[in-house]
């Protein structure tokens, strides 16, 4: 791993001299716990680390947000700093630590899941320096914790004096914008308050916006410094005045004022107005050898400033800041030891708990709530927006259970495994996504959360009971929508005592609640988003296989998501610009159907029947899947192969921003509908469903699929892809406008052989869409555009003027390799030799790097119009222009072993996985994803295989479906002679297997740990999030291959403590359904 860098037996990343390294940016995650408000907080390997931290987003900010490239710029000067006052032998000297690393400096970083700590020695000064973040859990304000230690390590007595903290912090009420663009003027609004009383608040004195109604600031941020005197911990003088400590060196340079005088209790004269204000604290001690000066600092937010005493005496209660150090940890540990992993690579055990604590970030971890942990709600989540991110607005909402915002396709992706790790969450994740799926087949794009109401009064005022004194406060908030965070926050808020705790108060709650999930239009309709569905329902069937009828057929509370924006019909999106043809301005929003939407109040966003006026449709699984079937078939292009992009969006590969616009289409959603039609298929094969069973249709969906079923006819006999495509656009155009506003509620029945007969005509017209998509190089055309090569004038023309076309023929035009179209592909295959043979022929093109032993995004772009997006004008190798694009490349990576090439798997990914890169070329610690690595097709040689782009990657939901597939395989649940059986199938290789025993820590809940021993030859990981489970290979086979271990026996034991000894490969009946139950404690599983 190289002298500068290593890994501890806790699993942290270290970095020594992390100044001189590449630059990276990272964050600390932003988990406060359930009953805890979460600070974001962004650091790079520059300064101290920490570049900016706030609440909620940006426009909320403590220390102001910057992008990474000028954070790297700014953070030694406006991020923390600590000066440092000398007198030794009538000399003073005046030196400021992490500004310089030289032969009698060093400084290192290390990385933990939960912390930030950096580290400085000064031999010549003699000095060690010591800087400690991490954020405080489980309290009912937002704190980020800054712990500073001076020691002195010469063999003399010194006289030391120190000044931390902020330069500058940023008052409350001061949004981005203001500071990028108005930062002189804002600040004639900003003060200064309870500085006599030594924990400023910082805060605008009203709001700033030139508006009539003008309001008064209460919320505000807050300073607390303190060091320890004895025993107890003593409040340190602030210092907020920039003047007092930098006097004329505006820029931030050098502290004038400390060099001039003391600054501890300092007593003269500060500004509290009208400026930027600082948040900076001196003390001074006299230090024998080896003996250190601290200074805490707490640095958060408070609602109203009346809670600020409150919050001061309790952060400076002696022994509070490493309770809290601990609780953090042991709270972090708890939520990674879902994936705890036990293996012959120590590298691979920390990646895997790393990755997936990121995966949570981004898709949520799912807890259930409710007296019966019925219901199944996502906290930690939020938009992957961070400083390399910039373009994105992340959100942490600052309650309890906290929850953020997210796009569809990442949170869905992301969530894609959670049954595999809380079992309670069931099918909850694949109906809220299925639920979202809109008549038309698209859905909306932006994800906020789960919206809770109690539905009855009399449930309100049974609630409010518990709230004896406080009744009528507690009833009215009740009475509205709600989170569960934001009940418990308003309880904590308004000092209103229960008769239960509130975690208790909030089950109650859940169990009188209904919902609906927030979701928002965005921006427009993604042609790849409906994709991921399928893997939520595979992996939910892995879990609970005996429940595919009721999943499909028998469940009849499926919803449609309604929308405002309407995909426009050719006729209006098809125009003639200066450059040619083009398709564009596809979707349109329309206010009349906003205003109806937003006036329902309760479920605004569930399909009505009498046209949005009536009662919510409800309807099955099936049904949902076959809207989508019927929806894509009608989508495909003209000739015939790919998924039209005909709503002003592409697919996954969102830097092909310009291909909707020069009528672009995709095979990767081609194959995804032959495997969910093969789906389908198999599934109604599965069940022996009779011909004769009826499924309920909308009666305008039925007629959809009967006019689509009869146009499959004509192409079956004509194999013409103009007409066919021709007419499909006309059925869908008339159907969108027959369900734009609503259902009529008529339904129509369809017969299983009916339906059988429909899936099969669409299963072949597929068949020749992948067949026509494969190249003769063996790889499959992922991405397409058309030509409008005759076309006529309509004499109309759109509102700004462009006038409008009717296309009656198009060019076909292949754009170059994509890794995506064989990721896709690979799904399809039925055998091992046709997987291989892809793998061959991906190795031998340009999208295999082969000096990095990587996959890259994309093949050689250089022949392309900018036509296409973005990717065209980024640099190969950079962004998503040929880079190792992490996500795609996991999801290669992912197929391989999908597909049954372990061998080739494992090979793949000793040069490809993040922790087996090497530090120094990685650039970062390679425990965290990135999304792109720089390939080799970028001039920059100095930096290729370095990561960029920290973390919140899709990549985190591909390697925790890896880590599945090698730990226990496709499908652990099985259903054998009709009855369910536990038979893990890992695919693991022999090095996996530890070479010697070992003794672990496992976190059983927030609060307990055990101590696990796992022998030689082993590999130990927790299944389900409940069940530890140990596999024994005393021969240390592979589990995969010819000549592999397999399973002869079971060592099973419940948590009642019994011992269950099953000779046999399969564990079956009332046994397998304890395993799922969490009723087992460990299973230790023996190979030969």
Known sequence: MGQDFSLTEEGNFVIKDYQDKSTFASFLPGIAGKLGIPIWAFYVNRGQGLASFGIENKDHPIMEFYPANKSYQNVETKGFRTFIKLEDNDRETVYEPFREVNEHISTEMTIAPYQLTIEEKNLELGLEVIVNYYILPNENFGGLVRRVEVKNTTGREKDIEVLDGMPMLIPYGIGNGALKEVSQTISAWAKVYAFDEGTPFYRLRASAEDEAAVSQMEAGNFYIPFAKQDVENQLLQPLVDPKVIFEHRTSLEEAVGFKKQDLTDFDGKQILENRFPSAMASHKETLCCGEGLEINSVFGHLADQDRLAEVTEKVMEPGFLEEKAEETAQLHDYYADHIFTVSGEDRLDAYSRQTFMDNILRGGFPISLGEDSDTTYHIFSRKHGDLERDYNEFSLEPAYYSQGNGNFRDVNQNRRCDVFFNPEVEEHNLKLFANLIQPNGYNPLVIEGSKFYIPTEDAQQELAQHAAEANDKLLERLQETFTPGEIAVFIDDHDINLDVDIPEFVDLVIDSAEFWTEAKFGEGYWIDHWTYN?????????????????????????????????????????????????????????????????????NPYYVRTEDGEGEIYETTLMTKLLTLVINKTATLDPYGVGVEMEANKPGWYDALNGLPGIFGSCTAETMELKRLVEFLLDSIQQLDVADNKEITLPQELYQFQQQLAAVLEDWLAERDDFAYWEQTAQLREEYRAEVFWGLSGAEEELTIAELQEFLEQVAEKLEQAVELAQEEEGLFTTYFSYQPVEYTKTGEVTADGMEKIKVTEFEQHRLPQFLEGQVRAMKLFSDEEEAQQLHDNVEDSQLYDEPLGMYRVNGDLSSESYDIGRARAFSPGWLENGSIWLHMEYKYLLELIKAGLADEFYAAIDEALVPFQDPETYGRSILENSSFILSTLNDDSENHGRGYIARLSGSTAEYIHMWTLMAFGPQPFKMQDGELVYQPEPTLKADLFTTEAKEVTLQLSETERTTVEVPANSFAYRFLGQTLVVYHNPERKNTFGEDKAEIKKYQVERKTGEQIEVEAAVISSSLAKEIRAGEVKQIDVYFE
């Open 534 to 602: 399928l893997d939520l329902i595979e992996n939910y069937l892995a879990v609970y296989p005996e429940q595919l009828a009721e999943l499909l057929f028998e469940d009849q509370s499926y919803t449609f998501y309604d929308n405002y924006a309407q995909v426009q019909p050719r006729e209006e999106k098809h125009v003639l610009t200066d450059s040619g043809p083009k398709q564009l301005n596809a979707v349109v929003e329309s206010e009349d159907k906003k205003e109806l939407i937003e006036a329902r109040g309760k």
